[in-house]
Structure formats: structure tokens, C-alpha cells
């Protein structure tokens, strides 16, 4: 039997968008919980309970009176409000909320659904206790809402403990242990349960020796990992390595087609499902950057992933198989290789092949996390497979939580993507039973995230996660809301628009002061922070911009290109293919175009260039300045305000070097000079 739940608090940890002051309007309140036995209603019931505690509520036995009801719908004895509601199949995770007559109400099937309903009304505060509310049916948009942890339990040498981590070290992990305190994942599941997240993977997707054997006779580690994230309806995922059979288990081969092989991962996975039984499953990059994987025995990526996919499927388990599948050694002199292609090239022929407990997980794009790229056309090629989009929370090419980057808005333009035009399905369709997987930009940080301001980034991931529908700039003010407690007075008012004012654009104007028009990269080789125009322009890596004196771009056309337009169906494979038709900020994504051509903004590619690197600059001292105004005025904690002082300090000198890097590096290379004669040099 489960202990029963305690509610986490951790001293010293900032309290991200669950501080305690975003339980009053509840905790205040006579609440009556109507629930089972299962784990999850015992962290309702836990929840309720400490919100009432602290802000002087109740929890109202059966027969006393109540302002807000939670009820499972299969409860027998529901009370009138309640019953008068049920309407509609909710489903496993879904609610329905309501006000009527003086009293609020959340009907959940099952468990989950009324730990979201929970949640929902603590982001409602207030409101949910005001005048009369029609009843609303809340569900997922989509099945999956994962985080990825690349977390590594030893230091590596090159990437650190959290691989592309910018918050410190692993919460899971320190000194090669486990935290002998797991408090902190108790924490960190709550916030994601409050968001609407559902699953975990615990550690990188490069898998390293000692993180390899997490499968096997470290598996005690997952399951106390498991124990944390259980109570918040979150199950834990494992990435594995496709080799382990070798490493782990004494094989010379990991051939997914020899039976041993089979049988030690149905043997392995057994194993696992013995010490965790609720696992998710297994997340795998397979022939990547290093990996080992399938090729290597003559079997393409079905073959790999349907033999963990079988392994899994007897105990309901989901095997995650990344479409991150390049060639990273590739030779810069050959025009015809083009890395965008590749995870199309590899999977799109294979559709139709995976098994249906195998997800495939294809990034947003067709490079890598970069801060403006077309939508990858895999996802659009695979009617028959499972697909999951993943996303970088971690703010790898987009600031490395130095900068202040809100990613909702480019994360919100991917989902509501329609490959096949206007009135066909989004992107967010297409993926409803794959889902949404991110990599998660959470590390023992005291604020969580490095960058305070980058929390918002994990809330509004799972926000959208749970209805891709969802405006970015309404889910900031809900995360501003919930985070800082601002009053409805003046002071309230100017902290909002503040952090309005800094975020709500952030993404564009850190586009505006990095790589031009869709080009990407240009980051620094090796820890991809800083410019380096030319840092990966003749490198093995595939990432070129083959800027010259005479223009910049690279050709992805069908006409005289690498034909990558081609992967895209109508209309974007004709849009794409058009330099008339081209959108501008994609432009040299698709062609390489002289300085001088035109864009739809009417300004020269040249001259865009200069306009876009002076104006981000701008705006990162503007977003500065409004931060400083805040100083001293009580609105925000004073080491808080320091902590992001600091980093916009970092941000505005950073946005200057890209500034002059960049508008230095197009005049020496074009000789044209700026319109309007600002000191290039
Ligand atoms: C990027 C990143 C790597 C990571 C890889 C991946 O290339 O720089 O650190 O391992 O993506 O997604 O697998």
C-alpha cells in the first residue's frame, strides 16, 4: 500500500508558479472532496488540505456545507450541483468545471482528471469562486506530454552533468548518487502536473556507460524516481541505449533481428515492469551523432524500434524512437549532401512499418532547435505512424537562459502548422495520440531554470501541450499571474505590463539579433553560445549559409537545389520552391539569394540585415531598462531582480557582439554599405 501523500515544499527553492499564494482563493474555502482510494485522489485530498491549512479553508466532511466540490463522476453519492453536470465522457485526464448557485464544482472519470481540475481552478484563483460559470469540458488536446531530461549521472567532461543544461546540475543526480533527498522531484512534479504534463524521461538521450546500466542493476534509481513523479499522475521513461544488449547483457551482437537479442530486452523489460509497474517506457537515438543503432546489422529504424516496441507492448509500455537521423560527418565541399532531408530521407519510407506502441519523435524542424526553421516535413509524411513533435525547452541556440527568449509564440506558430493549406489539419492534429515532448531546461538551480524569466518557458510548454490552441501572450499572463501574485492596484498593473512588455516579443527580437531570415546557426562550434558567422561553415556538421560576396542562402530548391522543397506536400512545396512566394523570414532557408534582392518587406536582403541586428539590439536594451525601473519598488524579490539584472547585463553586451559580428561580417563580404550609416565595422 502507498504512503499517503505529503504535499512538497522545499526551503530555499523558489516556488516557480505554485508559491503559496496562488492556493488562497481555494485554501480559504470550504472544500468538499468526493474521490476513491486511488493514489492520485489521496493528492487531491493532500492538496486540498494543505491549501486549507495554510489560508484558513476547510475540508468539508460529507453533510457540511461547501463553496467548492470535487467529485469523481462515478461516485455514487454525488451531491445535486454535481450531479446536474454530468454530461459528456471526460476521459482518462479530462474535467469539467463549473459555478452554480454559490457553489463551484469540478467532475472528473477518473483521478488525473480531477487533479487537473485542481490545478485549473488554483490558476483561476478568484474568478472560479465569482458569479455564475456555464460548465466547461476540459481535455488534452493530446494523449503524450512529455519532458525529456538529458541528465547524466557522472560529469562528462565536454557537456557537464545536464547536457545543453543552463541550470546547474541534475535534481535527480549528485556525486554519481541519487539526491539522498528526492523532495525536490516531488516538487518539480507538482509544477509539471500543474501544467499538464504526463510523463518523464530521467536521462540523456546520449547514453552514456554508467547511465546505460540505469536499465539494469541501477533500475532501483528509476523506480525511487518513479515513486516522486507517480503521485502527480507522471510516469517515468527511460532513454536506453540500442547496444546494451553488448554492454549490459554479454552479447556480441544487438542485431534486432537475432533472438537473443529479443529476448534479452523482453527479459530486461519484464524486469523493469517488475520494479515499476506504471513505467512509460523506453526513449532511443539510434544511428545519431554516434549512437549505436540498427544500421550497423544491415536493419533500418522499424526493425529497431519494433523490437523494443514488442518488448514493451505486454505490459502497455510506449517506446519513443527520435527521427534525429543524419549524417554528421558529412564532407562541406559536397553541394549535394543536405542535412535538412535526412530524417525525411530515413523515415518517410518506412511509414506504415512501426508498431503501435512505437512513437516516432521528429524535432520541429529538419536541423536542429534553431531559432527560426520550417516545420519538418516528416510530420507530414507518416499518415500511418504515430508521430510526436519534440521541442527545446532548453534554451540551446535560443540564449542559454542568459537571454530572455519566450519560445511560446514560435512553439505555438509549429503547432498550428497546416502542411496541406488552409482548412486541413494542424500540426497539433496530427500528433494527438503521439504528443508533445520537450527537453527540459529544469536543473538544481534555485530559481529552477538559471533565468528566473525562463520558467515561463516549462509553464507555457505544458499549457500548450494540453491545448496547442492556447495564446502565448494569455498563458504568460497566466504564468505572471500565478508566479508573482501581482495585485490589482497600480503596482500589479505596471509589474504585468513589465513582463509583458519584456517577453511577449523576446523571441523575435532574439531573432532579429542572431542569424538572418531562417539561415540558422552562426553559433559558436562546440557550445553553440555567441556568434561565429563562419564557425561551422566547413565543418563535418551540414550547417552552411555559403555566404559570398555576391549573396548568402542555401538553394533547397527542386529547379537547381537539393531538392528538399520537394519533401513538403502542396501548397508549401510550391511556396517554398518560390523566391516570389518565399516568406521573408524563411528566405535563405530555401535559396541563396544576391544582397540586393528584394524581400516582400520591400528592403534588400543587405539592408534587412543591418535594420534587423540594430533593432534587436534595441529592443535587448529597451527589455533592460524596463526590468531596471522595477528596482527597489517592492514589486519583485530583491535577489530575484538581481539574478535577471545580471543576465540582462549578459543579453544586451551579447546582443551587441551578434550585432557587429554580423553587420560586420555581410559589409566586409558585400561591400554595400548601411542606408543608413550607422558604425558598421
Ligand atoms: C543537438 C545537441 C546535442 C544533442 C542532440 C540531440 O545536436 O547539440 O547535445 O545530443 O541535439 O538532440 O540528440
Redesign the pocket.
Known amino acids: 500500500k502507498e504512503p499517503p501523500v505529503t504535499v512538497p515544499h522545499v526551503d530555499d527553492v523558489h516556488p516557480a508558479w505554485l508559491p503559496p499564494e496562488a492556493f488562497r482563493a481555494i485554501g480559504a474555502r470550504r472544500v468538499l472532496v468526493l474521490a476513491d482510494g486511488s493514489p492520485l485522489s489521496g493528492t487531491v485530498r493532500a492538496e486540498v488540505a494543505d491549501a486549507c491549512a495554510r489560508h484558513g479553508g476547510a475540508v468539508a466532511a460529507p453533510g457540511e456545507p461547501y463553496d467548492l466540490v470535487l467529485a469523481l463522476a462515478s461516485g455514487g453519492s454525488l451531491p445535486p450541483e454535481a450531479a446536474a453536470l454530468k454530461g459528456p465522457e471526460l476521459g482518462p485526464e479530462g474535467f469539467l468545471l463549473a459555478r452554480t448557485g454559490g457553489v463551484s464544482a469540478v467532475l472528473a472519470d477518473a483521478p488525473a482528471g480531477l487533479l487537473y481540475g485542481f490545478f485549473a481552478v488554483v490558476r483561476l484563483g478568484e474568478a472560479a469562486f465569482e458569479g455564475e460559470r456555464p460548465a466547461e469540458t476540459h481535455r488534452p488536446a493530446l494523449e503524450r506530454r512529455m519532458l525529456d531530461h538529458?541528465d547524466n549521472i557522472d560529469v562528462h567532461p565536454v557537456?557537464g552533468q545536464v547536457?545543453?543544461g543552463y541550470s546547474g546540475g541534475s535534481i535527480f543526480w549528485r556525486d554519481g548518487v541519487l539526491h539522498e533527498d528526492l523532495t525536490r522531484v516531488r516538487a518539480y512534479a507538482r509544477l509539471l502536473a500543474a501544467t499538464g504534463v504526463n510523463a518523464v524521461a530521467v536521462n540523456n538521450?546520449?547514453v552514456h556507460a554508467t547511465e546505460a546500466r540505469l536499465l539494469t542493476d541501477r533500475l532501483d534509481e528509476v523506480a525511487a524516481l518513479a515513486a516522486e513523479f507517480r503521485p502527480y499522475g507522471i510516469r517515468v521513461h527511460l532513454s536506453v541505449n540500442f547496444a546494451s544488449p553488448i554492454a549490459l547483457g554479454g552479447l556480441e551482437t544487438a542485431d534486432p533481428a537475432d533472438e537473443r537479442v529479443r529476448a534479452w530486452w523482453a527479459r530486461t523489460t519484464e524486469r523493469v515492469y517488475a520494479a515499476i509497474p506504471d513505467f512509460g517506457g523506453y526513449v532511443v537515438?539510434a544511428d545519431?551523432?554516434g549512437q549505436p543503432g540498427p544500421f550497423a546489422y544491415g536493419r533500418d529504424h522499424a526493425d529497431g524500434a519494433n523490437m523494443l516496441a514488442d518488448a514493451l507492448a505486454p505490459h502497455g509500455g510506449v517506446v519513443h524512437w527520435?527521427a534525429?537521423v543524419y549524417n554528421h560527418r558529412q564532407d562541406w565541399r559536397d553541394r549535394s549532401t543536405d542535412r535538412a532531408r535526412a530524417a525525411y530521407d530515413h523515415f518517410a519510407p518506412l511509414d506504415g512499418r512501426f508498431r503501435d506502441n512505437a512513437i516516432v519523435q521528429v524535432?520541429y524542424g529538419p536541423i536542429?532547435?534553431q531559432t527560426r526553421e520550417p516545420v519538418s516535413p516528416v510530420i507530414a509524411a507518416m499518415p500511418d505512424t504515430r508521430l510526436a513533435v519534440e521541442l527545446q525547452v532548453t534554451q540551446?541556440y535560443t540564449g542559454q537562459q542568459r537571454h530572455v527568449c519566450y519560445l511560446a509564440p514560435m512553439w505555438s506558430e509549429v503547432l498550428g502548422f497546416r502542411f496541406w493549406g488552409e482548412g486541413e489539419p494542424a500540426v497539433a492534429e496530427v500528433i494527438k495520440s503521439g504528443g508533445l515532448v520537450a527537453v527540459s531546461n529544469v536543473g538544481d538551480d534555485r530559481y529552477w531554470t538559471g533565468h528566473p524569466l525562463a520558467q515561463a518557458n516549462l509553464y507555457a510548454f505544458g499549457r500548450l501541450a494540453w491545448d496547442p490552441g492556447l495564446d502565448p501572450v494569455a498563458i504568460l499572463d497566466e504564468w505572471i499571474g500565478l508566479t508573482f501574485v501581482p495585485g490589482d492596484d497600480e503596482g500589479g498593473e505596471r509589474l504585468r505590463a513589465t513582463l509583458h512588455g519584456m517577453m511577449d516579443g523576446s523571441w523575435r527580437t532574439y531573432e532579429r539579433y542572431t542569424a538572418p531570415l531562417g539561415v540558422g546557426f552562426m553559433v559558436r562550434p562546440g557550445h553553440?553560445y555567441g556568434p561565429d558567422v563562419d564557425g561551422y561553415e566547413y565543418t563535418p556538421w551540414g550547417t552552411y549559409h555559403f555566404a559570398d560576396r555576391d549573396g548568402v542562402g542555401v538553394d533547397r530548391t527542386r529547379a537547381t537545389g537539393t531538392g528538399y522543397t520537394g519533401q513538403y506536400p502542396k501548397p508549401w512545396s510550391e511556396v517554398y520552391e518560390s523566391l516570389a512566394e518565399c516568406p521573408d523570414e524563411l528566405l535563405l532557408f530555401f535559396h541563396h539569394v544576391p544582397y540586393g534582392h528584394v524581400l516582400h518587406s520591400g528592403v534588400t536582403v543587405i539592408q534587412h540585415i543591418y535594420d534587423t541586428h540594430f533593432a534587436g539590439a534595441e529592443e535587448a536594451a529597451e527589455i533592460r531598462a524596463l526590468w531596471a525601473k522595477l528596482e527597489g519598488d517592492g514589486l519583485v524579490d530583491p535577489a530575484l531582480h538581481a539574478r535577471v539584472r545580471e543576465l540582462l547585463d549578459e543579453q544586451v553586451r551579447s546582443a551587441e557582439e551578434w550585432r557587429d559580428q554580423i553587420n560586420s561580417y555581410f559589409y566586409r563580404k558585400s561591400g554595400v554599405p548601411d542606408a543608413r550609416g550607422r558604425t558598421i565595422y
Request: a neutral charge; aromatic letters at 18%.
Open positions: 538529458w557537456m547536457e545543453r538521450v546520449n537515438k545519431s551523432e527520435r534525429f524535432k536542429d532547435f540551446e553553440h
